[in-house]
């Protein structure tokens, strides 16, 4: 085991060497992450956006809402400000750009006109390449309508009078869905899957900074508070083991997939991935182009 994370480590450093040396040849790419709360796109998508960013592209994390109900002893502004707290944290440990919160309260985002413009002009003024989002068959309102908001902005962000004072893309993103375990009414169904096993250190180390979120309110909701460690480093190793289990999931749901990118033997040996669908409502990028918008792949 051991073995085989310091083999992919030493791939990605190798990588991320001759990744970072053509940077200054090409312009980075531009990534823009929705999420309907202040833990959403660090779920699904900490391990790429700590990659991107150390090769110097340029990654925004978005929450529609500012999770200002989620959580059993306390609520409003003192949380809201405990979340934002939170994800800026994260947005240090990824080494992204930056992670902002929209003042829409938890529970209350709708897909009105009003926030299909917010979320326009947000990708517009990023000039974002990629654009990250769930799916719409989702449990939570939340992550639904940030789902339908992406979906209705995806093609207006290139029409040139709407949102008029932010300029228009010139060419549409790419648009990719999240991963998620939903069967209704269609399964995901990924087009590229990355091996993160070489960040773990960031993307675990955010998911335990996301306290309010990890170890309090799913804790408490899911009846399990009582399992969380008090001390901070054995705190920090049980929130690092239940997020490894997510993502071992998604490898070996789709260690075909895996394969097919990195080759039998790497492939088989990866341990932990992030993956993503490809939604219609973006440009569709061929197999060769997803490569270069997930430049993580040995040639």
């Known amino acids: 085991m051991k073995l085989q994370n310091l083999f992919s480590q030493v791939c990605y450093l190798l990588l991320l060497i001759m990744a970072v040396s053509s940077v200054s ?18 779920v699904r998508a900490a391990g790429v956006a700590s990659m991107w960013a150390a090769m110097g592209h340029k990654v925004k994390f978005v929450s529609l809402t500012n999770g200002d109900i989620g959580h059993y002893a306390m609520a409003g502004g003192p949380l809201a400000l405990v979340r934002k ?10 080494g992204i750009e930056e992670s902002i919160m929209l003042d829409i ?12 413009k917010i979320v326009a002009r947000l990708i517009r003024d990023w000039q974002a390449d990629i654009v990250l989002t769930p799916r719409s068959n989702d449990y939570h309102p ?21 949102t008029p004072t932010v300029p228009r893309v010139e060419k549409n993103p790419v648009v ?12 995901f169904e990924p087009d590229v ?11 675990y180390e955010c998911m335990a900074a996301l306290r309010s979120q990890f170890s309090d309110w799913n804790a408490w909701h899911g009846g399990y508070l009582d399992e969380v460690p008090q001390e901070e480093e054995a705190r920090m190793a049980w929130v690092r083991e239940r997020f490894e289990g997510w993502d071992a999931n998604t490898a070996n749901s789709y260690r075909n997939l895996l394969v097919e990118y990195y080759g039998e033997e790497r492939g088989n040996a990866i341990e932990f991935a992030e993956a993503f669908e490809v939604s219609e409502f973006g440009s569709q990028p061929t197999r060769e182009e997803l490569k270069a918008l997930f430049p993580f792949f040995d040639e």
Do not use: W
């Open 25 to 42: 040849a090409q312009e980075p790419l531009r990534i823009i992450a929705f999420g309907g709360h202040p833990d959403d796109c660090e």
């Open 85 to 94: 707290a939170e994800i800026e944290d994260c947005a240090e440990i990824l």
């Open 105 to 116: 309260h938890d529970g209350e985002l709708m897909p009105t006109l009003e926030n299909r």
């Open 142 to 162: 939340d992550h639904r309508y940030t789902a339908i908001l992406v979906q209705d902005a995806a093609f207006m962000v290139t029409v040139p009078y709407f």
């Open 176 to 187: 990719l869905y999240y991963y998620d375990r939903f069967q209704k009414p269609y399964p």
């Open 193 to 203: 899957i990355v091996d993160i096993g070489s960040v773990g250190d960031q993307k």
